[in-house]
Structure formats: structure tokens, C-alpha cells
């Protein structure tokens, strides 16, 4: 069974950049999809980005595409979100989520219970 750790949020101003990780440990991390959620206050939590295993590939919530990128470093066992353009609606609780040994359709990719495993979060403060 995998465990996550998120690290890397904090409060930024509008405009600004943060780099999200997202470490992996108990399993073969190669092996796993990973996903980016987010939650804000009194919202839904909503799918943000994703990379499959194998594959490679990347799936985008429409909202960040063109800003925030998805990367993998399967030697260092993690899982990176690099945020650009921030903006004060990007403002949540980010969650790290893994998926063994599956490659998602874009459908099952933006689906939170798609994903097995969840990281505890890691809070992102965008100011105007």
C-alpha cells in the first residue's frame, strides 16, 4: 500500500508561482497514475491535473490548463505540480491521489474515487 506526502504550498500573491511534491512511499511508484485534486472551503473537491503510468500521459482540468504542468520523477519516487499564473480561485487544499496500474480515460482521471490512495493535503493561500 502506497502513502503520500504532499509539501510545497504556502501563500503566494496573485501572479506568483509554487511547485507542489508529492513523495511516495511503500510501493513501486512506477507502477502508479497520479493525481492532483483540490479542495477549497465549502466546495467540492475537484480534479486538477493527472499523470499516467507507462504512458506519460497528462489529463488538465480546463481551469489551470496553460498554467499549472504535471511531472513525474520515478527515481526520486515523486509526483510534481508546478503552478504558474496563480490566481486567488486557486486557493484550496491540495491532495495527492494514486491509481495502481491503471491508465485513466480523461473521464476516470477527473474522477476522485477513481483514485485508491489520497496524501493528507497541502494548503495553497493565493492573495489578490
Known amino acids: 500500500q502506497v502513502q503520500l506526502v504532499e509539501s510545497g504550498g504556502g501563500l503566494v500573491q496573485a501572479g506568483g508561482s509554487l511547485r507542489l511534491s508529492c513523495a511516495a512511499s511503500?510501493?513501486?511508484?512506477?507502477?502508479?497514475?497520479m493525481g492532483w485534486f483540490r479542495q477549497a472551503p465549502g466546495k467540492e473537491r475537484e480534479f486538477v491535473s493527472a499523470?499516467?503510468?507507462?504512458?506519460?500521459?497528462?489529463y488538465y482540468a480546463d481551469s489551470v490548463k496553460g498554467r499549472f504542468t504535471i511531472s513525474r520523477d520515478n527515481a526520486k519516487s515523486t509526483v510534481y505540480l508546478q503552478m504558474n499564473s496563480l490566481k486567488p480561485e486557486d486557493t484550496a487544499v491540495y491532495y495527492c491521489?494514486?491509481?495502481?496500474?491503471?491508465?485513466?480515460?480523461?473521464?476516470?482521471?477527473?474522477?476522485?474515487?477513481?483514485?485508491?490512495?489520497w496524501g493528507q493535503g497541502t494548503q495553497v493561500t493565493v492573495s489578490s
Open positions: 491521489a494514486a491509481k495502481l496500474r491503471q491508465v485513466p480515460t480523461s473521464g476516470q482521471a477527473m474522477r476522485a474515487t477513481w483514485y485508491a490512495y
Open positions: 511503500g510501493g513501486t511508484f512506477s507502477y502508479y497514475t
Open positions: 499523470i499516467a503510468w507507462s504512458t506519460g500521459s497528462t
